[in-house]
């Protein structure tokens, strides 16, 4: 029992990564029609923001330590980040510290932007092109912010801590009864999981919830005939673009501390992400939000240790595995709308 | 001839003299001048010339003549690699039984494979393939290691079996692969001038195979069993109405290009008897779409030039650094020639897979039909308008 609880933990924080990124792609897809394989590239975007924060926060001058001396008896010279000396020293080392939670606010006008310029610039083209065209166009644009990235961070994984406070782990099975240090789980991990949660449930919320929200799924459901009442529909598809940007950045910024960003991270996710979206549906936002935990869970189950002595190598396959199942006997996938991708 | 038309014998005719005649065409810069950077004319960059050229050719069968994306191509180079390498291991170190095997086991994935993801079309059909080809890339990094040899990669050793050859030559080393006895790896050097010229028994080879595999798409094309997929491209709801069933065809297209890529995948092995997984990773299947958009899918000439274009510009950019840009620039004046060094180098070196996203995005953006389509247009341009409407050829843009 303790160990099935703890697998859907160990599930639910890369189900909600999946979960995010298919929200983005779904919502893209959705509302223009775009098969976005540069989704991957926004997602890895996000968490090289808070790389790029936490540099900023840490730049710094040096500045003669007359407290401390070298092994040669000369005045030690400390580095001192800007931060510190003009937020004073506590309150400086504890924005450096919290610098992955600060690059939310940081990046959400960065992907936003990006996301527009991605939009205006190039994706428009391509709606009346056909759908291979739109994944070739995305597929290179995915290499080249890639290789972008490349250069200027390099090619190693940079280690991107979460603030002290959330280092160390949660008993959880204390709390339902078992014995300590059965369950734990790291407080980061939990932090994610809340996170998402709350973008998700946002996401949902301005759609079913705004004026704004109601006009889109109003264009996703039937573009022309909004468009046809006088609703400049494209205008608030390129928001919706910018917002599914800012969704993946932000599901890269939190994830940063999990897994140290690199610049390939983006093409890893990317093809799982689009396994999860065909998995809830083209088109469908309950869908791909179910079916990332769905698969976050599944492949943690699958890594467990009795599973893998009775299948060996499950735990390599099993999402795509699931994805080819469902796909042969639900073509819809898990919750698709009739009438999506259809050709 | 050959059961072609005029033209298809000409463009058979052409890319033969080329691929024949490339150690000449490929090393036009003498030894040791400046310019010998640019030089392609050795064995292993022309034999890669080739090869990729088989592997776009099959996926361009597929791809470019039924409008199917398979992401997951990359599967069945992997998957042929290894039963060569395997064949090398088992049963002697010549060449042929191994590209066999590799075409024959490859074509079965294929059926498999394509037996599920044909159910399915559009963007279903490139994800199917490509949640197939990740399957069988982290099988072979993880449990079929036993085949596999995991992270390391298959490789011959000395204590293999090989009934029909020897485990180990005379002096105890490893056996290279041959065609009943020529060398692979055997090359004759001709020296001209300035000019070295070398000839490698696995080029030619490769060549010879291309060759054949290049005919084979030509009849392929040209044949009822091509329009039939040209027209499960154009549109299948009416070629269904019209009593006929795709599936078969777009099955046996799938299984040809399956096979192709197989045959490339044993020829690979052939040249450097050693088999990675890294070769089955979803970016090599991304590679060989590149290769065949840039060239022009359904096109038959395209997806060659795509993949020669991109093998050569790989390696001639990945060699140039910051000194040679140095050196090309050296007539500006100092900070300028600082100043264009900058903007150059991030796209040259180990940037090289930047200049190829951003070309391919430009190709994509305004060349849909590529290479092909570009020489068309120019081509048009110096004819004139006179002839605009009869030089819009059969070689429709892939869609």
């Known amino acids: 029992?303790?160990?099935?609880?703890?697998?859907?933990?160990?599930?639910?924080?890369?189900?909600?990564?999946?979960?995010?990124?298919a929200l983005g792609l779904t919502l893209i897809f959705g509302t223009l029609g775009v098969v976005n394989f540069a989704h991957g590239a926004l997602f890895m975007i996000g968490s090289f923001c808070a790389v790029t924060l936490s540099k900023i926060l840490n730049l710094s001058y040096e500045v003669v330590d007359p407290t401390k001396k070298d092994f040669l008896g000369n005045p030690l010279k400390v580095k001192m980040p800007y931060v510190e000396s003009w937020f004073g020293t506590d309150m400086g080392a504890a924005i450096i510290d919290w610098s992955v939670p600060l690059a939310i606010l940081f990046s959400i006008p960065v992907m936003i932007c990006i996301g527009f310029i991605m939009e205006r610039g190039l994706i428009k083209h391509f709606y009346k092109r056909p759908h291979a065209d739109q994944i070739l166009v995305t597929f290179g644009l995915a290499i080249v912010l890639?290789?972008?990235?490349?250069?200027?961070?390099?090619?190693?994984?940079?280690?991107?801590?979460?603030?002290?406070?959330?280092?160390g782990s949660f008993d959880f099975g204390v709390i339902l009864g078992f014995d300590p240090n059965t369950i734990i789980?790291?407080?980061?991990?939990?932090?994610?999981?809340?996170?998402?949660?709350?973008?998700?449930?946002?996401v949902f919320a301005f759609l079913q919830f705004t004026t704004f929200g109601m006009v889109v799924r109003a264009g996703m459901a039937d573009r022309e005939t909004v468009g046809l009442l006088g609703i400049n529909i494209d205008k608030r598809f390129t928001i919706m673009f910018g917002l599914a940007a800012a969704v993946a950045g932000l599901a890269g910024v939190m994830y940063a501390p999990i897994n140290s960003p690199n610049y390939h991270m983006g093409m890893d996710f990317l093809v799982l992400s689009f396994v999860v979206v065909v998995v809830g549906g083209m088109g469908?936002?309950?869908?791909?939000?179910?079916?990332?935990?769905?698969?976050?869970?599944?492949?943690?189950f699958a890594s467990m240790n009795q599973i893998k002595s009775l299948i060996p190598g499950i735990d390599q396959i099993i999402i795509y595995l699931v994805a080819i199942i469902i796909l042969l006997t639900r073509p819809r996938g898990l919750m698709g709308r009739k009438g999506v991708m259809e050709d | 001839m050959l059961g072609l038309n005029k033209k298809d014998t000409t463009l058979l005719l052409v890319v033969a003299i080329l691929t024949l005649c490339a150690p000449f065409i490929l090393n036009p810069f003498p030894e040791g001048s400046a310019l010998a950077q640019f030089n392609a004319g050795y064995p292993d960059l022309m034999q890669r010339f080739v090869i990729f050229g088989i592997f776009a050719i099959g996926f361009n069968i597929l791809f470019g003549l039924t409008g199917y994306l398979s992401f997951g191509h990359a599967a069945f180079l992997g998957v042929g690699s290894y039963s060569a390498v395997w064949m090398f291991k088992l049963l002697s170190?010549?060449?042929?039984?191994?590209?066999?095997?590799?075409?024959?086991?490859?074509?079965?994935?294929?059926?498999?494979?394509?037996?599920?993801?044909?159910?399915?079309?559009g963007i279903y059909f490139s994800i199917l393939t490509l949640a197939f080809a990740q399957m069988s890339f982290n099988l072979a990094y993880s449990v079929l290691t036993p085949i596999t040899n995991g992270e390391t990669g298959l490789q011959l050793t000395l204590n293999d079996p090989r009934i029909l050859g020897m485990s180990a030559t005379a002096d105890g080393s490893i056996p290279v692969t041959s065609l009943f006895g020529l060398e692979m790896r055997s090359t004759y050097q001709m020296e001209v001038g300035a000019w070295l010229f070398q000839f490698n028994a696995g080029y030619y080879l490769c060549a010879a195979i291309m060759l054949l595999a290049f005919y084979l798409a030509i009849r392929i094309f040209r044949s009822p069993f091509g329009m039939m997929l040209r027209a499960v491209k154009s549109n299948q709801q009416r070629m269904r109405y019209t009593g006929l069933n795709p599936r078969p065809y777009t099955l046996a297209a799938f299984v040809i290009s399956g096979m192709y890529a197989g045959l490339a995948g044993g020829l690979?092995?052939?040249?450097?008897?050693?088999?990675?997984?890294?070769?089955?990773?979803?970016?090599?299947?991304?590679?060989?779409?590149?290769?065949?958009?840039?060239?022009?899918?359904?096109?038959?000439?395209?997806?060659?030039l795509g993949a020669g274009f991109i093998k050569y510009f790989e390696n001639i950019f990945s060699k140039i650094n910051d000194n040679v840009l140095h050196s090309w620039f050296s007539f500006l004046p100092d900070g300028l020639e600082d100043f264009i060094v900058t903007i150059v180098h991030p796209f040259i070196g180990k940037g090289w897979h930047l200049t190829l996203?951003?070309?391919?995005?430009?190709?994509?953006?305004?060349?849909?039909?590529?290479?092909?389509?570009?020489?068309?247009?120019?081509?048009?341009?110096?004819?004139?308008?006179?002839?605009?409407?009869?030089?819009?050829?059969?070689?429709?843009?892939a869609e």
């Open chain 1, 185 to 202: 789980y790291p407080y980061w991990r939990l932090v994610y999981f809340g996170f998402a949660a709350l973008i998700i449930g946002a």
């Open chain 1, 1 to 21: 029992m303790d160990a099935i609880i703890l697998q859907i933990l160990n599930g639910l924080d890369k189900g909600s990564a999946y979960a995010l990124i």
């Open chain 1, 284 to 300: 469908s936002l309950p869908g791909a939000v179910a079916a990332g935990f769905l698969l976050g869970v599944l492949e943690s």
């Open chain 1, 146 to 167: 890639q290789e972008i990235i490349k250069y200027f961070y390099g090619a190693n994984p940079i280690p991107t801590p979460a603030p002290a406070v959330f280092k």
């Open chain 2, 268 to 304: 690979m092995a052939s040249m450097d008897p050693l088999a990675g997984a890294e070769r089955m990773q979803w970016t090599a299947s991304g590679e060989v779409v590149l290769m065949t958009i840039l060239g022009g899918a359904g096109t038959l000439i395209g997806p060659v």
């Open chain 2, 357 to 397: 996203g951003i070309l391919f995005m430009l190709v994509v953006i305004f060349l849909p039909g590529g290479l092909v389509e570009g020489g068309q247009r120019i081509a048009r341009l110096f004819r004139g308008k006179k002839t605009a409407n009869t030089s819009k050829t059969k070689t429709e843009p």
């Open chain 2, 93 to 121: 170190m010549n060449v042929i039984p191994a590209i066999i095997l590799s075409m024959i086991v490859s074509g079965l994935f294929a059926v498999v494979i394509g037996f599920v993801s044909l159910r399915r079309s």
